[in-house]
């Protein structure tokens, strides 16, 4: 199957229907949208629910809120983590709360292109580590649910091999539902190659029904919401 054409075409003749050839017209939804009233009141929303499905989180307003945080998250657990100089791998560049605030721990940190030459080494190292550590394009409110955009100086990886992952993002990042969401990445034109969308930890219940945390990704997650 090589071209756009050739895949509705199979399709078409699976379905036992004449193959389109034209696009059908615009049909308009006056589907009532979920609104929030300030920032604030986003901001609050999305982290309860994030924590109603499992995750971690905490609204900050400062460098000191920031550090708190994470030492309250993650200090006990680091000095017992035993690859302590590559235990937490990070995007190439971090809001800049999160950068001052990993220089004032003085926790390193392993930048994800820089770490090895290829793709593979760089996989490699970030299953290695003990905690992944992002900032995220969008949020929504209304499911609690982090968007992340594919970029070649970030790697999935760090979001999807680590057992924990931490993100941090503006409140003014938030959105209400995910139609505004989709909006704005319908906006760009080019959309990005893969979007993630992080709701919790990872979980399924594929097995005998029997519900399983971080088979797909991380088993803890983590978010850092900076009101801005």
Not at 42 to 70: H, M, P
């Amino acid at each position: 199957m090589t071209n756009t054409n050739e895949f509705i075409n199979q399709l078409a003749s699976k379905l036992g229907r004449a193959t389109p050839t034209e696009t059908p017209n615009y049909v308009a939804s006056n589907v009532p949208q979920y609104r929030l009233s300030n920032p604030k009141e986003r901001a609050s929303i999305f982290l309860d629910n994030w924590q109603a499905l499992g995750g971690k989180g905490a609204i900050v307003e400062s460098l000191e809120d920031t550090v708190q945080c994470l030492r309250g998250w993650f200090g006990d657990l680091l000095a017992a983590w035993p690859n302590k100089p590559q235990a937490i791998i990070a995007w190439d560049l971090l809001p800049t709360v999160a950068e001052y605030a990993f220089k004032a721990l003085e926790w390193p940190l392993v930048r994800y292109t820089q770490a090895a030459q290829t793709a593979v080494d760089r996989y490699s190292l970030a299953a290695l580590a003990e905690l992944g550590v992002t900032g995220a394009d969008r949020g929504i409110a209304l499911s609690g649910t982090l968007v992340i955009n594919s970029h070649p100086q970030r790697g999935r990886a760090i979001s999807l091999l680590p057992p924990r992952h931490l993100t941090f993002i503006e409140a003014s990042k938030l959105r209400d539902n995910l139609f505004e969401v989709l909006e704005e990445l319908a906006s760009l034109g080019i959309p990005p190659s893969a979007i993630e969308m992080i709701s919790g930890p990872s979980r399924t219940s594929d097995i005998e029904m029997d519900l399983s945390i971080g088979v797909h990704g991380p088993i803890e997650v983590y978010v850092v919401v900076i009101d801005d």
